[in-house]
């Protein structure tokens, strides 16, 4: 089956640092990748969706400019959380759209990334 | 917006079957899906439904919709331990629109 991955699993970083997360699809195409933030025992809430080759489109109230995503290629987005203070320590889930599967929406999701900022 | 609702928490016994609810608000929801997230990880996939469905089987789990009420059912089978994890249910309105997705309800499974 698909498969998504993001690296790293887990970081930890000093209030003040950037940290870039990796979201991969690994046997598949995707043109839209989607980025998740989940709070403890809280649903996942949709920060902004990537589309290939062009920017990437932010929920409301999500600012663009602290968490910058990048998808440059059908199987890599990157998500970066600029200047990280600790309110920004969340879960980050990512999800893959492939790109073949045409007749069903199913986005595969990957493992998730858990950042604590300290 | 849309909204999607569940309960926060499901209690059952080893080898009985679990019914966990779900309701939306959109009425434009094309498909219908749940997943699975058990502690620290990322979510799993585990059944999808169309909304011209009424029912889909899949093994031990069977996903039941009401499209009229915007009802959607996930039950599970001879409930085991390895079961026990959150279940959210989430929908879309197209290939290309994100996941909405409800809270999650915490299924506990006890042997």
């Known amino acids: 089956g698909a498969v998504v991955s993001q690296h790293p699993s887990r970081v930890i970083c000093k209030s003040g640092t950037s940290v870039k997360i990796e979201c991969r699809s690994l046997?598949?195409?995707?043109?839209?990748m989607f980025w998740y933030r989940q709070f403890p025992k809280q649903s996942l809430m949709l920060m902004a969706t990537s589309n290939e080759g062009s920017k990437a489109t932010y929920e409301q109230g999500v600012e663009k400019d602290k968490f910058l995503i990048n998808h440059a290629s059908l199987t890599l987005s990157t998500l970066t959380v600029t200047s990280a203070h600790p309110e920004d320590s969340s879960f980050y889930i990512c999800s893959a759209r492939d790109k073949a599967y045409q007749w069903a929406d199913t986005q595969y999701f990957g493992p998730g990334t858990r950042l604590t900022v300290l | 917006g849309e909204d999607v609702e569940q309960s926060l928490f499901l209690s059952v016994r080893e080898g009985d079957s679990s019914v966990i609810n779900c309701t939306y608000t959109?009425?434009?929801?094309?498909?219908l899906y749940w997943y699975k997230q058990e502690p620290g990880a990322g979510l799993q996939l585990l059944t999808y439904i169309f909304s011209n469905m009424d029912m889909k089987q899949d093994q031990r789990l069977t996903v039941l919709l009401n499209k009229k009420d915007k009802h959607l059912s996930l039950r599970i089978a001879d409930t085991q331990t390895g079961d026990s994890a959150i279940y959210f249910c989430?929908?879309?309105?197209?290939?290309?629109?994100?996941?909405?997705f409800g809270k999650g309800t915490r299924l506990s499974v006890i042997a």
């Open positions: 959109d009425s434009s929801s094309t498909y």
């Open positions: 046997d598949f195409q995707a043109t839209t």
């Open positions: 989430a929908e879309s309105t197209s290939g290309n629109t994100p996941l909405v």
